[in-house]
């Protein structure tokens, strides 16, 4: 179907404001991916797929401003042993960085191997975005693939003892940052990557994962809690046999956030897990966007999500779980929760199942509701004051999610995180 | 033959079920086709033949420029592509929209008149001879003997309604049930007051073209505190080749009314595939009670997906007094595709609304069926169960919303939908749209999977049933839930039903 006009010209005057880099390896990756933009068009509130979430913010040339303040401008993941590196409005710091170097993992940077003609990213580089734009449509993500300069080439040859800190500190107020990270997981390889950091404005970050053969990829995100943020993401991970898939991301606030995650199970016995907790207070608006392809004998899909909403937040959640006509005995769930703790908050989900195989277990569920004036009354009569009380509850609904972070230093300092959000707040 | 005759099932999925299938999707009973001279409009649509319709009918002016408009509406509509069902381009131009039996031209007076192949059209389908007599609109008939449980019914054959019975009967306790074509001119003040009330002209492509074109249909008034004597019902049979049946009804409950209305549907085979698009509106008042069931048998097209209805129906009722309440039970086995989303629209407060179906789709079939739950009132309730079986090469797919609005505070949810291949060529899915809107109420959507419960198990095991009698005690009655809402006149189908369970449901 052609096209409407209002979507034409929205696309054009975005692209207008870009310039496509044309050297370099990845130059025709970038040029494929600009021509995937044009015949998509940027989303539009009326496309299905943001039924939900008003795009606008996201691909209108223009960007809002948003300060972030001296506190908020850290990484929570500051506390832990990690290799650290810090990207500045979307722009290296090596200063601020440990050195790109481990034994186990090649690490190097977009900006500065863009212009090679040769690289080991070109078999990579857009081409899970690339698949990923089948069933639906991700402008955005081949937005990205076109102009993202900067972004971290990681190739994963072993076990990696410490987690890679990527750290996004923003110093200008309106910034639109586009990151485009690849990992490359070799056959048996381990790493756990952490995301932390306001980033900018806006943001858009597409992270490409190959997982080879008995691989595992940890991935923990914490999107920063400046309020006026507007954020897109998407993760776009291939599995081969027997891997492993493990991502959680924690957003505080934020305007807007879209965070989408593409996953496709090709080899046999893998595992992908997907999850999230997010907290919102008023002009908070939030998706978490999942679509998970079986393909594969034996596969074990997990997505969760819990979401706690106050003074007019919006939670949104769309899930998917496909399973393709041969991917038998794949055990799929998913979950997606929300507490609403007052009566402006509002919750939508699209919980979906497409099953074309008949042995498998794919359950879903989906729920929404306010704090449970019982236990409530329970931990009053006990002496806990009623603020400490739903405090309790709120961090005891989120820990299904949280117990999706298997690394128990990292799952304490979200917590904490957690906490700390929730008495500042109620 | 069945598709799925030879096929390898699934360890857990229990073979009765898979005998059950079988027989409700092997050879399409209602088949045949009675031969009977017609008169057709010319084919296609245009403001002519939307015209020519409201003329034949003898409409007033002001319904033929109510489907005058709604047609210019449809003129300028997309037809919708988000289903999930694919099927070759309808060409709307190349369908009759109007067909009646030339007998029924003039009404027939006695039964010397009534056209015998008619009434052995309605004696093969299984109604009984009583309400043949009737049904042929045979005056007088209405004062024999009559079974004691009595079921009036309007039958529509193709475009017209060939006729009504009890409507005496049921004119003493003041419930009028006729076709909506006598209705539009006996009762025009209720019909300009509810028409399209609850379904707008434009509400969507189906429904659009149907306020253009319907034919007839049947019209349902309930007085207030009348708890209507009998179930009524409407029997639909599409008879004539390359003709669309595009029928309505319209259901008024007046406050306090109770009524159970019963639909039944079939079609001969025919190798090209046929249109049916449906509007049914349902307004309740105050405390009024509806329960609506449908069997949907419409041809489903052979083994290989040649043929069968095209089944676009637009369900809706419009809960707008207080405390009034709406049950949907749906058993859709027919159709070779099926797009049909009966809904509730909950206005007042205090009310309730159900919805409980069993789709099969076999061979070629594709159903994507749900419901909507549009909450609005305070305190309001629904419930949504739906069993959905695919086998052969068929796709069927749940796809509901359920919608808590702002000011529907206290207002409840609850939604289980469960899925079942027999085979692994077929698709299920499973499509729900949840908003919440307020935080005093609750949503919960849930999707059994295969596992049994083990501490019902347990309980029945202490109780001394063996391992297998436990897990049959526990598992039966899957679809239970559905057949047991399901009024008497639908026994055989049920009959036919209780067999199956979803045990090794996928989803």
């Known amino acids: 179907m052609a096209l409407a006009q209002t979507k034409i010209t929205a696309t054009q005057e975005r692209l207008n404001a870009l310039r496509l880099s044309q050297s370099g390896w990845s130059a025709s990756a970038r040029a494929d991916a600009h021509g995937r933009v044009i015949a998509m068009g940027l989303p539009v509130r009326r496309d299905e797929y943001w039924k939900y979430t008003r795009p606008d913010e996201l691909t209108s040339p223009n960007v809002i401003n948003a300060e972030v303040s001296a506190e908020d401008n850290t990484s929570i993941f500051g506390s832990l042993d990690c290799l650290s590196i810090v990207f500045e409005d979307g722009i290296f710091n090596a200063e601020k960085s440990d050195k790109l170097e481990d034994a186990e993992i090649t690490l190097e940077l977009l900006s500065e191997v863009n212009d090679l003609d040769i690289h080991w990213a070109t078999g990579l580089y857009g081409v899970l975005e690339t698949k990923g734009q089948a069933p639906v449509d991700r402008p955005l993500a081949a937005l990205n693939t076109a102009f993202a300069r900067e972004g971290l080439l990681m190739h994963v040859k072993g076990t990696v003892a410490k987690p890679i800190s990527l750290i996004y500190l923003q110093n200008s107020d309106n910034d639109d940052v586009m990151l485009h990270h690849i990992i490359k997981m070799d056959k048996g390889a381990s790493v756990t990557i952490l995301e932390s950091g306001p980033v900018g404005a806006r943001c858009n970050i597409v992270m490409e994962a190959e997982i080879e053969d008995g691989a595992s990829l940890n991935h923990v995100r914490a999107q920063g809690r400046n309020h006026e943020r507007r954020a897109t993401t998407h993760l776009f991970a291939r599995l081969n046999k027997k891997s492993q898939l493990k991502s959680f991301t924690l957003t505080m606030n934020g305007a807007l956030t879209r965070n989408e995650a593409f996953i496709e199970i090709c080899g046999d016995d893998s595992v992908a897990h997907i999850a999230g907790a997010s907290v919102g207070d008023g002009a908070f608006h939030h998706d978490d966007t999942v679509f998970i392809i079986h393909d594969a004998l034996r596969g074990e899909s997990r997505q969760v999500f819990k979401k706690v909403l106050r003074n007019g937040a919006t939670g949104v959640f769309q899930g998917k779980i496909l399973v393709k006509p041969d991917a038998q005995k794949t055990d799929g769930y998913q979950i997606s929760q929300s507490l609403l703790l007052d009566d402006d908050s509002q919750f939508l989900a699209k919980p979906e199942l497409e099953i074309y195989a008949d042995d498998v277990v794919c359950s879903h569920g989906s729920t929404s509701g306010a704090i449970d004036e019982e236990a409530i009354f329970y931990l009053n009569s006990r002496g806990i004051p009623k603020v400490e009380a739903t405090n309790l509850l709120t961090l005891a609904f989120l820990a299904e999610a949280l117990s999706e972070v298997e690394d128990e230093d990292i799952a304490e300092v979200m917590e904490r995180r957690l906490e700390d959000w929730l008495t500042r707040r109620l | ?507």
């Open chain 2, 1 to 507: 033959m069945s598709a799925i005759k030879d096929i390898d099932v699934k360890e857990g999925v229990d073979q009765e079920t898979v005998d059950a299938v079988r027989e409700v999707g092997g050879e399409y009973k209602y088949g045949w086709n009675t031969e009977i001279e017609m008169e057709y409009a010319p084919k296609g649509v245009n403001t002519d033949i939307v015209r020519l319709i409201s003329d034949k009918n003898e409409e007033p002016e002001w319904m033929t420029e109510w489907r005058l408009a709604a047609f210019k509406r449809w003129e300028q509509m997309q037809e919708p592509d988000w289903a999930m069902v694919t099927y070759p381009k309808i060409d709307f131009q190349d369908q009759y929209y109007y067909a009646r039996p030339k007998s029924m031209i003039e009404k027939p007076k006695s039964i010397e008149d009534v056209d015998p192949k008619l009434l052995a059209t309605y004696d093969k389908l299984g109604i009984p001879l009583k309400e043949q007599m009737i049904l042929a609109g045979v005056e007088g008939a209405e004062d024999a003997p009559t079974a004691p449980r009595k079921v009036a019914v309007d039958a529509v054959f193709d475009s017209v309604s060939v006729g009504t019975t009890f409507k005496d009967e049921l004119k003493k306790v003041g419930v009028i049930f006729c076709s909506i074509s006598e209705a539009i001119r006996e009762y025009p003040e209720l019909v300009k007051k509810y028409l399209g009330s609850v379904v707008p002209v434009s509400d969507n492509y189906y429904a659009t073209l149907n306020s253009a074109v319907f034919s007839d249909g049947s019209f349902v008034y309930i007085p207030p505190g009348v708890r209507c004597p009998m179930e009524l019902s409407t029997y639909f049979r599409i008879n004539a080749e390359n003709t669309g049946q595009f029928e309505r009804t319209l259901i008024i409950a007046d406050k306090g009314s109770y009524v159970s209305y019963l639909e039944g549907c079939t079609a001969p085979k025919r190798d090209v595939a046929q249109l049916h698009a449906a509007v049914v509106e349902i307004i309740l008042e105050e405390d009024a009670e509806v329960k609506y069931s449908t069997v949907q048998n419409w041809f489903p097209g052979d083994e290989d997906g040649n043929g069968g209805i095209y089944n676009f129906v637009t369900k809706r009722a419009d809960c707008r007094g207080d405390r009034s309440k709406v049950m949907w039970t749906q058993v859709e086995t027919g159709s070779a595709v099926t797009w049909k989303y009966p809904s509730c629209i909950l206005r007042g407060d205090d009310t309730q609304g159900e919805f409980y179906s069993i789709a099969i789709a076999n061979n070629h079939q594709q159903a994507d069926t749900g419901t909507k739950m549009v909450h609005l009132g305070k305190n309001t309730k629904s419930r949504i169960v739906s069993k959905g079986i695919s086998a052969g090469v068929a796709q069927n797919t749940y796809r509901g919303l359920v919608s808590m609005h702002p000011k529907a505070k206290s207002s409840r949810n609850y939604t289980q939908c469960d899925s079942l291949l027999i085979g692994d060529k077929c698709g299920a899915h499973t499509v729900p749209y949840i908003e919440v809107k307020n935080n005093s109420s609750r949503v919960e959507h849930e999707a059994t999977t295969s596992k049994v419960d083990d501490e019902q198990l347990f309980y029945c095991r202490q109780r001394g049933m063996d391992e297998e009698e436990a897990v049959a005690l526990v598992v039966n009655g899957f679809c239970k839930d559905v057949l047991q809402a399901l009024p008497m006149e639908f026994a055989m189908e049920a009959q036919q039903l209780v067999a199956i369970s979803l045990e090794g449901s996928v989803g």
